[in-house]
């Protein structure tokens, strides 16, 4: 079993991994020679399907498996990974390789960094770069460039910027452990079947409905705080959002004529599907627009939302984008 | 009677109040002596194992200092003091924190201290905060009068060292993950120095994935200003947790760090100097004397765990026998806890009100305010949370009646459609609570919430 990678698209890979661990710590990975599947199935509370091309945030990727399909599938733990990219976030470069050590699976991220390079990133730049960065080091004017002429004999003492610091290269590695998954304990876990949703919309910035989402929610826990002292912990009484949508937004209609959503559709605009979802939950789920994708949420009325997560790859027009599939369940009242 | 009186400029105070946040993560309680010439504040941790001292110079750091002393003892005065609460008089008012627009409007302006010692009378450590909005607070903490423990670094001794400066440290340490017990620092080669951080926690089977990150950074030998180990390959190791507290101070300060040391089991120095102020440290090194090559692996191995850290006052003893030793610092021995966190809490997303439109389009560069997307806190162990809970008039015992409860809205609504309901306070509810599930998309657009 051999997995060798150049990191890519950093941020985003550690926004993905930031919106996953909110949810749950331990993640299921599955490489194959196409895709990087994330997946994240929590006690309780939404479940989480991330497929993401194998280009999306790898490179020169070197698989070896002799599993069906050449798949290796790792249990491996969000929080680390996540701290070990956040090192990695201004690197020169970055990979990621599967080994052992002490007789354990680790995955070992080796990133290369230079600390000059922090204050003069991009030299194409040119003079933007040099004068931008103010808080690095004493001796820079902070009162910017060009701020007319004030012809009072006083001028300030810059440094001399010279080269003669070379760039002092970094290399920092960082193991993360992991689990190896037999194929035979993991192909039983299977994406959520749900049925056909009766209405979908796209989702309004994120951002907003988390602001708005939250603040419902901490009302809803005061309140019940305050009303009801005790037992106010368990699951079952945490506060719940009602969700409703009804098909008379902006996407366009499937044409379909048995689909559910088009019974909805010539239903009017008061035929709305509804959901309710633990705040809680959601709050976490919400987590994922920091990936700043497109979300499209399916509405099965009273059973479940599902939200389809659309991250482009930004480098690569034509490249496959990434799908982030959040399966949320409804609770009944 | 006053023996000891000085004030501090805003910058002293700052000054004073990190150097205060540090030694609070090496121990509780605080030694304060104060001389002619200088006002020295030292901790020693618990476990003996680290002890940091940071010595102000009276003329150079105190907008103004006044030493009387005692008749008993003219030379010196010292004392212990709770660090906590002497950290707490000190920390940001509410309302200054750093992202308050109106910042500075109760930042403390100045701070006089006097410490009063006389037989008969309560004794006491007086600080008067003048704020910048004019509130002058004062306070009163009790001393205790304890004879200060003696620490001491023979320098003779310590032939390695290293200059390093404190930002590329604090850098360095950044990369660092949480639940890591021992910092291993050793040069590779001629051109490499390796830190690596390492723990002696054996896990196995699920525990595996709990594991600490395992992080090593290989630095160039050039990063240092100097680097003088006569040994190659000399594992030194010592605890994460009191070399960040230092690392973190020294940032703060940006200036040069120095360390020196020996061999492992024996303590090692580090120092910097800040505008007025000495700050020194003394960690006791992790390891079998003698054997410096192999113990790293070893302890990493995890085949038994390394002999804990000796204390510092068995190198005290040792150094006393010593001739040439520099002056000896007093320390008080006590007990170690987890320190509250002195920066202001990064502020809740959930706190502030929504913005009135995202600026997707924006033409700046998006700040990292990857702290909005955390999710909802509700946890009731959190100050503002309380705060918020408290939000409640009503004291008696009724449940509240509008309570945004999903099931009891619904059961309301059937309620009042099957029949009459219970009474007549719940029927006025009914018609408040009840609402229509959402709006048309026509009358929310005006919110914004919709960008299209």
Redesign the interface.
Known sequence: MRFKTQLKNIRTFS?LV??LS?LEK?AWLRLDDEHVRFTVIPDTGSQVWALLPMEFIFDNVQLQSAEAQNTINL???L??LQ??LK?ALNATSASLRLTK??G?P?LSMTIQTS?VAQGNQGGGQGSYSRFSRGDNGPGHFAGGFGEGDDDDGVYNIEPLETHLH?E????????????VLHPDNVEMIMQPKVREPDVHIQL??L??L???????????????????SATATAAASN??L?L?ANM???LPALPLEEHPSTFFREAG?DK?A?V?VD??DW??V??V??LEGRVIACFADEHALILYVYVPQYDDVQGEDCVVTYYVSSYN? | MVLLRFTLSEEGVNALRDALACLNKFSDEVSLEAKRDKLVFTALNSSKSAYAAFSFASNRFFSKYHYEGIAQNREKFFCKLYNRALLSLFRARSGDSLHDPEKGGSAIERCDVAIEDEAGKKSRFIVKIACRNGMTTKYRLPFEVSPPVHAKFDRNEAFNSWTISSRTLRQLMDHFGPGIEYLDIHSEDDSTVNFTCFTEKVASGDEVLKKPLHTSIAVEKDEFDTFDVSEDKLHIVVSVKDFRAITQHAAFLGSEVSAQYSMPSRPMQIRYDGDGVKCEFLLMTVGERGAPGQRAKKTRAGAKPAPRAQQLEAAASRAASNAPTPAPRPTPATRREPMPSLRPTAPRQSQRPPPATLDHESLFVPQDDDYQWEPVRMNEDEDEEEADARLEWDASDRPNPSAVKMSSVIANQTAQRSGPGPDNGMDQDQSLSYLEPTQRLSQARQFGLFND
């Open positions: 926004k930031a919106a909110s331990i249990e491996l733990p929080v680390p701290r070990a090192s050590k002490d354990i680790i600390t070379r002092r290269e970094k290399i920092i590695t960082q193991d993360i452990p992991v689990r309004p910035p951002l907003q988390k602001a708005i989402s939250d603040r419902f929610t901490k009302l809803a826990a005061a309140s019940s705080r305050a009303s009801s506060p719940k009602e409703s008379h937004g902006s605009p709305w509804s309710r705040g809680k709050s976490k919400l987590s627009g920091r009242v």
